[in-house]
Each structure stands twice: as C-alpha cells, then as structure tokens.
C-alpha cells in the first residue's frame, strides 16, 4: 500500500500572504489533491517580536479567498518549542550534538580570520571533542549538530535535480539557542517529521537550508521528505519580484478585481505548464498538477496576462455565478462602493440581466463594477468628457425626436426596440451608428457600454425615457 502524500504550507505571520507564497501554497495543494493526499499549514512564528496574530488572519483569508484551504487545523511552530528542545537533548545524548561555549568574541575572530584568508565564516569546530568538564561556569552554551566533515551533502530534488554541497561548507551550525529557543533549521525538520510532512515544495530560497536540515534528518534517522525547490518569481525586468513590480499581499489582488480561481490559473502558469494550455479550471490543474513539470528557470509575473486571463475566466462564467462573484467581492473593490450601497433585489435582477452584455467588456471585476454603474446612476447622469462631447445641438434635438416613437413601443423589449430605432435611421438617412451613439450616451453617460438595446430593457421603460428626456431637454 503506496504512502499517503503529506504537504505542508509554512508561512511567517510579518505579514500578508505574498504572491509567491500563494503560489507556493498553490503547488502544494494541487500535488495534494492530485495525489489524493493533504496539504497541512503550519504558521511559522517563531520570530515573536515581527509575527503578529494580524497577519496570522490575513494569511488564512488569503487561502480561504483562493480555495486553498488546508485540510487540518493550522499548527504553530512557536507552541512546540519544547518538542524542539527535546529533540535537540536528544541529539546531544547520541553524541550527534553538542554544547558550544564559543563567546561572541572568539566567533568574531573566527569570522575575521576566514575573511583575512579569503575563506567563508564557518564556526571552526573548537567545541566539538572537548570535554564538558572543560565548560566555563557560569556561560550558557549553543547547541550545535556535528555535521559531516568530509564529503558532500547530496540534496535530490524534484525540480533542480541533485544538488551538491561540500560538507565543510555547512559546519556545525546551530540547533538551539543559549536561551534553550530553537532554531528555524531545527525546528522546520522536527516538525515536518511529526506532521508526517512526505513532501516539501518551497522556494528554492530554501535550497541551502534544505542540506544543512538534511544533516538533521541523518542524524535522527528519520525519512527525509521528497524535495522539490521551486524558482522564484521574477519581475518583467528579470529581477526578483519586489513591490514595485507588484509583490503585493492575495487582499490587493482581490481589490483590483481578479477571480480566485483565474489568480490559481495564473500563478499555476507561473513555473509549470501542461502542453500549450492556458485556460484551466481548478480541476483541469488538480487532474494534471505534476512536479516534475515545473520548471527550473524563474518565471516572469506579468499583469497584462494575468488581466487578460481574468477577462477570460469571467467571460467563461455563467451570469449567476459571476455576479455572485462581484457581489461577494464588492466591499473589497477599488472604488465601488457606489455600487454596493442600497444592493436591492431589484438592482441584483437588473445587474444578472445586463451581465452578458457587462462581462464581455470587462477584464476585471472593478471594470464589470465601473461598467454597471451606470445602471444605478442618479438622473441626471453625470457624463464623461466622450459623452458630453457626443451629445452636441443636433444629437439632443435627434434624442427630442426619437423620445416620443421609443415612448410608442407596445413591448418593452429587444427586437421590437431596435426595429424602431432601425426605422428612424432610415426615415432620417442616419447610419445607425449615428443613432445609436447619442443614444448610449444619454442612457449610461458614457460612449462605451453594452449593446444599447440590452441597456434600453435593462433600465426599462420609465427610466430609459426620462435619461432620455434629460438629454434632449437640454438648453442649447
């Protein structure tokens, strides 16, 4: 009987859920989900002066808000600090572990005496065989492993390949502090060994500390996790993705508009492929989800494609879900709050009824909110300057005349709307761009929209004549 797969998501609460540690989380659950195994979230907040339970919150909401959801309880590695320390007792009562007494002194020797000799500062080892009888009273020691002296360290990764390190490059590193507080080295391997971690998918940031917690494992002779190191993501400029590029927290991608499940389609995207696909569902990447696939070169965040990836899953939804959607993302959204305000039943059937025309024109949910505003404008519209400008002498006194032949209609509806107003094209020699245009204008105060017969039914009769009115009521 094969192993049950185990991955984990291991985020520092200092602050939100970064993009690359979406993704990170991302690739996790999917290999969960394809191996029919679990993803486990441990909340690393070991750094008690930065971790905060602010960004402990904002963490769990970002994998709420993507669908990544872990599939127990989130673990803190804080809370088993005394589990740490056992082990590290542990490692000292085998002889794979011992107690250092170096003062800050002699390390900074150490440190300059490498750097003279053109060597990396590594601890020299002079505490390694001595005697403990030799400890000076009264000084609380380290903890360090006895790390291999000769040789190489050899990590076998999914995604790198093996890597190799030479052994006298990892030294004999610290695993508890002389507070008796835990390393990260120590406690990451305790912890994924008592979580039954079988896989680690992580940055490749991690690719050194993966060798020296490697050295651990051997020691305590446990499995070690399968590895796989994933390149980070890089900025259109090929630097490593920073704020300015848009290294923002998952709470700033909801705000500009973007769908979970097309921000997952993106950021899957980001390192990994499946063939020539570009559109996937959460369950066309759950099915095809592999590591070996990713790839070892970093990829490129692009706000364009993800932007243009977002107009296609939202054109793709059916009109419930996706106004659903808005709806649940509206007190997120960047300036629409205009929107949200007094969300009638009423305004919810006319929103669902203008949405297959609202969806064709968006990219993002804050263009289907900026879009749709103008279905709950206050009369008189205001008009933006491409309006106003449409809406000169002659397209007024074409808007007074139209009035009262729309007015006449005997059904309020589509067809029979636009063949009157295909009429009046004709009767007058206009094109019915030149009928259509003003038309629009007055409707939505804007020269974009969707088609204006649908924005005619939408508004209905009472409110399509009186905006209507408006306009052509206006003083020359």
């Known amino acids: 009987m094969s192993e049950t797969v185990v991955t984990r998501f291991a ?37 008690r002066e930065r971790s905060t339970d602010e960004a402990t919150a904002a963490i769990l909401d970002g994998l709420k808000w993507l669908g990544l959801e872990a599939d127990d309880e989130p673990i803190s590695q804080y809370a088993r600090a005394e589990r740490h320390r056992e082990v590290a007792r542990e490692l000292v009562a085998q002889g794979k572990a011992y107690h ?140 490593k993705l920073s704020k300015r590029h848009g290294a923002l927290g998952v709470e700033a991608y909801r705000a500009m508009g973007y769908l979970p499940h097309a921000l997952c389609n993106y950021l899957a995207r980001l390192g990994w492929s499946h063939g020539d696909d570009e559109v996937m569902s959460i369950d066309d990447m759950v099915r095809w ?72 024109r968006a990219k993002t949910l804050v263009e289907l909110a900026d879009s749709a505003g103008f279905l709950f404008a206050s009369r008189p519209l205001e008009l933006d300057e491409k309006a106003a400008s449409i809406l000169d002498s002659d397209a007024r006194a074409l808007l007074a005349d139209l009035q009262p032949k729309l007015a006449a209609a005997t059904a309020w509806e589509t067809e029979a709307l636009e063949q009157i107003v295909r009429d009046y094209a004709e009767q007058t ?17 804007r020269a974009t929209s969707p088609g204006v017969f649908d924005v005619l039914v939408v508004l209905g009769r009472e409110e399509s004549l009186a905006r209507i009115g408006d306009q052509a009521a206006q003083p020359d």
Not at 20 to 37: E, K, M, Q, V
Not at 111 to 116: D, G, L, N, T, Y
Not at 311 to 323: K, T, V
Not at 429 to 445: D, E, H, I, N, S
């Open 100 to 239: 250092c007494y170096a003062s800050q002194e002699e390390l900074a020797e150490m440190r300059e005496k490498a750097r003279a000799e053109g060597r990396p500062p590594r601890y020299d080892g002079r505490w390694r065989d001595r005697d403990p009888a030799e400890a000076p009273q009264g000084v609380a020691p380290v903890v360090r492993i006895k790390a291999p002296q000769d040789g190489e360290t050899i990590v076998r990764d999914k995604v790198q390949g093996d890597v190799r390190f030479p052994n006298k490059d990892l030294d004999d590193f610290i695993v508890l502090r002389s507070d008796g507080n835990p390393t990260y080295m120590l406690a990451v391997v305790v912890d994924d060994h008592d979580m039954g971690v079988t896989h680690i998918i992580r940055g490749d940031d991690h690719l050194t500390n993966a060798a020296r917690q490697q050295i651990i494992y051997h020691a305590m002779g446990w499995d070690i996790p399968v590895m796989a190191h994933v390149p980070l993501i890089h900025g259109p400029d090929g630097a």
């Open 429 to 445: 020699g206009l094109k019915l761009g030149k009928v259509a245009q003003p038309l629009r204008a007055a409707l939505t105060g």
């Open 11 to 47: 985020p520092s609460p200092t602050g939100f859920l970064h993009i690359g540690g979406a993704r990170t989380a991302l690739f996790n659950w999917l290999y969960a989900r394809h191996s029919g195994g679990k993803m486990l979230l441990r909340i690393e907040d070991t750094d």
């Open 289 to 360: 989800f592999a590591v070996e696939d990713i790839n070892k070169g970093a990829a490129r965040f692009d706000f364009k494609k993800l932007e243009a990836l977002n107009g296609i899953h939202m054109r793709q939804m059916d009109s419930e879900p996706l106004l659903e959607a808005l709806l649940t993302t509206l007190p997120h959204l960047e300036n629409a709050g205009a929107l949200a305000s007094g969300m009638t039943d009423e305004r919810k059937g006319q929103l669902l009824q203008a949405m297959p025309g609202l969806k064709d």
